[in-house]
């Protein structure tokens, strides 16, 4: 659908909806670029801590319940001209109360939709403020194409070269596990909270605490867990051997540890595995592909450890890439993601009639 008739600012009302988070957002469109007027996210957390993950039929509900007044509050007194939604991939009835949402108000508002993949999104989200890096290949600190991505988020691990807003090729994905999964997981067996991966972080922080009592009482052994695929020429990524490892090194120390002593330890082994194998298989694309720019995005971007130790992998590379990482709030899931990836793609708006949930959706 072209759009030659809409104006020169664009206001995009964007709602997100892909799994745990109610989220509504409006984002402006100029000549000089795009930023973010509004962005609310409703939090489950407490919904489904005591299941340890997310429950669908649990998040659908919730999302049923918090849309109108989470989409009113981010409109305020503000009149979209286009309507933007998360149409996958993610929990399909979660999917489904945003989809219907945005549809109908497309359609009540005689406004054109646009139907935004969840991992677009989440590449978007490094579209707006400023580069990691000082030495700067742009003036406004958008990433410079060639672009290599890493998406690291509960759903979904994957690197993408985007060569431009129209090309974008997946190099690699996950096999199994996503990253954020095997946070909640082994955050689950160390018998820590949920989400994981704020909980891991915090006990893996604890390890160099010297005032842990509990830790220091005993003589924990060096614990090394594997970095998996890492010795693999592709840029596919697996998870699920590295979280089954865990699960036996807890069963093999709890034999002579009480959990409590190990579980720092342990933790911060697994997080640094993580950043292991996620910043190797970057970085060893980045000798292949030569990117002008790379970035980090998704919810397991929010991980300071992964931020800095990327920054640091990224700054030791001899084309000088530019490094971006969204802000924290910007990092997990939220609407605004959505309204950026939507102000760079304009031209697939259409009507409320051809949009629809994928709950398998692919980049």
Sequence with gaps: MQNENLKSKIKILAIETSCDETAASVVEKTTKGVSILSNVVASQIDIHQKFGGVFPEHASRAHTEKIIPVVEEALGNIDP????????????????????????????????????????????????????????????????????????????TGLVLMKSHHDIIPLGETLDDAAGEAFDKVAKLLQLGYPGGPEIAKAAAKIRNPKLEIRN?????????????????????????????????????????????????????????????????TIQAAYEYQPESICLCGGVSA??????????????????????????????????????????????????DKISANANLKL
């Excluded at 998360?86 to 005689?110: D, E, M, Q, R, W």
């Excluded at 036996?248 to 595995?273: C, G």
Aim: hydrophobic fraction near 40%; charge should be positive.
């Design 81 to 156: 001209d286009i309507i933007a939604v998360t149409i996958g991939p993610g929990l399909i009835g979660s999917l489904l109360v945003g989809v219907n949402f945005a549809k109908t108000y497309s359609y009540s508002k005689n406004l054109p939709i646009i139907g935004i993949n969840h991992w677009l999104g989440h590449i978007y989200s490094n579209f707006v403020g400023k580069s990691q890096n000082p030495n700067l290949k742009s003036q406004n600190g958008i990433p410079e194409f060639p672009a290599l991505i890493l998406i690291a988020s509960g759903g979904h």
């Design 303 to 352: 991980n300071r450890e992964l931020r800095e130790q990327m920054k640091k992998a990224v700054s030791g590379l001899p084309m000088n890439p530019s490094f971006h990482v969204p802000a924290i709030h910007l990092s997990t899931d939220n609407a605004a993601m959505i309204g950026i990836a939507a102000a760079y793609h304009l031209d697939d708006t259409t009507t409320f």
């Design 217 to 281: 009482k005993f003589q924990i052994p060096n614990i090394k867990l594997p970095r998996s695929m890492l010795d693999r020429k592709d840029y596919n990524f697996s998870f699920s051997g590295l979280k089954t490892a865990v699960l036996y090194k807890v069963k093999e120390l709890s034999k002579n540890y009480p959990l409590n002593a190990i579980r720092y330890t342990l933790a911060a082994e697994f997080q640094a595995a993580v950043c292991d194998i996620l910043i190797g298989k």
